[in-house]
């Protein structure tokens, strides 16, 4: 759990525009019947290419094939794979030539009950770019699978059960982590002119979806990435050792940079803002003021959506609405614990408390036993009126006691968790 004052944002990633992600119903019950779809391999020079896939159910057997580059014959099939079962260390040999070796794997995989992954190496100089791989499937089960180091072909031809991937569902770890601000990129620049003066220009439209910028949703349906900052094309400080690319270079200070990972420092800063406002900002807090100021237009369409999340952070308009909150916000009179709202939850909760003056805090959830199951606040606070989170998630349903201690003042409420 994030505590307040404490807030974390995440790069939403830079696969926009790759076709990383597939995913079908899968169908039949042999071989034959099997759906396929055709992958290549990314950087030869990494030596590994991976596919992880998520079904919802144990009903699957998967494996891999190896086709000549128009995928006008078929040099090789791998064993077919079902849950629980492995093949490691296979060797793949195709006319002669060896490719490296694969493993085909239906075990559970980190606390996946269902899952299959299949692991490509290779060698630098291994053949691999002559050859069309894919990936083959069938069972009774909805499919989701990415590939690391490899793209999916879009080619798809359902009369002959195969199916295309996409570039839906890019956004990865840790953006996908819960009570992260995970932040995609919009375009704030198509031409330039470098250091001598040479003119360059590149696709985009001004304010729209970066093309690299992460698209959600999550595996678990959460919307991502959750707001859009500057990311295309954003005038940085350089070093004078860094190895760049002369077109980027703007003078002999600043280059052209892209990525999520300079719209998340973006975002970052305008957290920083409301952070300097108001230093106890919870991130359910800072979400709903940002949440109610960022833009959506034509461009962003309704939001939230999977490409813009809540839309593009306005940093004056989400100051200016904190500042206003604060100045308009009374000095409580008195401690008060209130009921936590919604309760029941699931798997969540938020608790408000107040105090009239500055004083240590202590706020703790117990079990029906007893046992101390959470601390919620530990420090000193100022006076006013606050709200702290608890996720229940690691917990059993029931009914749980949250303790506040402030001074001469505690008290004890009682919540329940449904799951």
Same mark, same amino acid.
């Given at each position: 759990?994030?505590?307040? =004052?404490?807030?974390?944002?995440?790069?939403?990633?830079?696969?926009? /525009?790759?076709?990383?992600?597939? &995913?079908?119903?899968?169908?039949?019950?042999?071989?034959?019947?099997?759906?396929?779809?055709?992958?290549?391999?990314?950087?030869?020079?990494?030596?590994? *290419?991976?596919?992880?896939?998520?079904?919802?159910?144990?009903?699957? *057997?998967?494996?891999?094939?190896?086709?000549?580059?128009?995928?006008?014959?078929?040099?090789? !099939?791998?064993?077919?794979?079902?849950?629980?079962?492995?093949?490691?260390?296979?060797?793949?040999?195709?006319? =002669?030539?060896?490719?490296?070796?694969?493993?085909?794997?239906?075990?559970?995989?980190?606390?996946? %009950?269902?899952? $299959?992954?299949?692991?490509?190496?290779?060698?630098?100089?291994?053949?691999?770019?002559?050859?069309?791989?894919?990936?083959?499937?069938?069972? /009774?089960?909805?499919?989701?699978?990415?590939?690391?180091?490899?793209?999916?072909?879009?080619?798809?031809?359902?009369?002959?059960?195969?199916?295309?991937?996409?570039?839906?569902? !890019?956004?990865?770890?840790?953006?996908?982590?819960?009570?992260?601000?995970?932040?995609?990129?919009?375009?704030? &620049?198509?031409?330039?002119?470098?250091?001598?003066?040479?003119?360059?220009?590149?696709? =985009?439209?001004?304010?729209?979806?970066?093309?690299?910028?992460?698209?959600?949703?999550?595996?678990?349906?959460?919307?991502?990435?959750?707001?859009?900052?500057?990311?295309?094309?954003?005038?940085?400080?350089?070093?004078?050792?860094?190895?760049?690319?002369?077109?980027?270079?703007?003078?002999?200070?600043?280059?052209?940079?892209?990525?999520?990972?300079?719209?998340? %420092?973006?975002?970052?800063?305008?957290?920083?803002?409301?952070?300097?406002?108001?230093?106890?900002?919870?991130?359910?807090?800072?979400?709903?003021?940002?949440?109610? !100021?960022?833009?959506?237009?034509?461009?962003?369409?309704?939001?939230?959506? $999977?490409?813009?999340?809540?839309?593009?952070?306005?940093?004056?308009?989400?100051?200016?609405?904190?500042?206003?909150?604060?100045?308009?916000?009374?000095?409580?009179? #008195?401690?008060?614990?209130?009921?936590?709202?919604?309760?029941?939850?699931?798997?969540?909760?938020?608790? #408000?408390?107040?105090?009239?003056?500055?004083?240590?805090?202590?706020?703790?959830?117990?079990?029906?036993?007893?046992?101390?199951?959470?601390?919620?606040?530990?420090?000193?606070?100022?006076?006013?009126?606050? &709200?702290?989170?608890?996720?229940?998630?690691?917990?059993? /349903?029931?009914?749980?006691?949250?303790?506040? $201690?402030?001074?001469?003042?505690?008290?004890?409420?009682?919540?329940?968790?449904? &799951?």
């Amino acid at each position: 759990m994030v505590e307040p =004052g404490r807030l974390i944002v995440a790069s939403a990633g830079n696969s926009g /525009s790759s076709n990383i992600h597939l &995913k079908y119903e899968m169908s039949g019950s042999s071989l034959s019947e099997a759906t396929q779809t055709f992958w290549v391999v990314g950087n030869r020079d990494n030596q590994n *290419t991976y596919i992880v896939g998520y079904p919802q159910s144990n009903n699957y *057997t998967f494996g891999v094939k190896v086709y000549s580059e128009d995928a006008s014959q078929l040099y090789y !099939t791998s064993p077919e794979v079902s849950y629980g079962d492995s093949e490691s260390n296979l060797l793949l040999v195709v006319e =002669g030539d060896t490719l490296g070796v694969v493993t085909i794997d239906g075990r559970p995989q980190q606390g996946e %009950p269902f899952a $299959n992954f299949i692991h490509l190496q290779y060698s630098s100089d291994a053949n691999v770019d002559d050859y069309l791989f894919s990936y083959y499937t069938y069972g /009774s089960s909805t499919l989701n699978a990415w590939i690391v180091n490899g793209s999916f072909s879009t080619d798809s031809d359902p009369a002959n059960n195969i199916v295309g991937g996409d570039n839906l569902m !890019t956004v990865g770890s840790p953006s996908s982590a819960f009570n992260v601000f995970s932040i995609g990129a919009f375009t704030t &620049k198509t031409s330039w002119e470098n250091f001598n003066g040479t003119p360059y220009s590149v696709n =985009g439209t001004i304010e729209d979806r970066a093309p690299f910028s992460s698209i959600g949703p999550l595996r678990d349906g959460r919307i991502k990435p959750d707001f859009s900052a500057p990311g295309h094309l954003i005038a940085a400080g350089y070093s004078s050792d860094a190895n760049l690319n002369p077109a980027t270079v703007l003078n002999d200070q600043t280059v052209l940079m892209q990525g999520t990972s300079m719209s998340a %420092p973006h975002f970052t800063g305008v957290i920083a803002l409301l952070l300097e406002q108001n230093p106890n900002l919870s991130y359910e807090e800072a979400f709903e003021v940002l949440q109610n !100021t960022s833009v959506s237009d034509g461009l962003t369409g309704a939001v939230p959506n $999977n490409e813009f999340g809540h839309g593009r952070v306005d940093a004056h308009a989400a100051l200016q609405q904190l500042i206003t909150s604060v100045e308009n916000e009374e000095i409580p009179l #008195e401690y008060n614990l209130s009921q936590n709202y919604p309760n029941p939850f699931n798997p969540s909760t938020i608790i #408000e408390y107040s105090v009239p003056q500055n004083e240590y805090v202590s706020i703790k959830v117990y079990d029906l036993l007893g046992r101390d199951v959470a601390t919620l606040v530990n420090e000193t606070k100022s006076a006013g009126t606050y &709200k702290v989170n608890f996720d229940g998630r690691n917990l059993s /349903s029931g009914i749980y006691f949250y303790k506040i $201690n402030a001074g001469s003042f505690n008290t004890v409420r009682k919540m329940m968790l449904l &799951k």
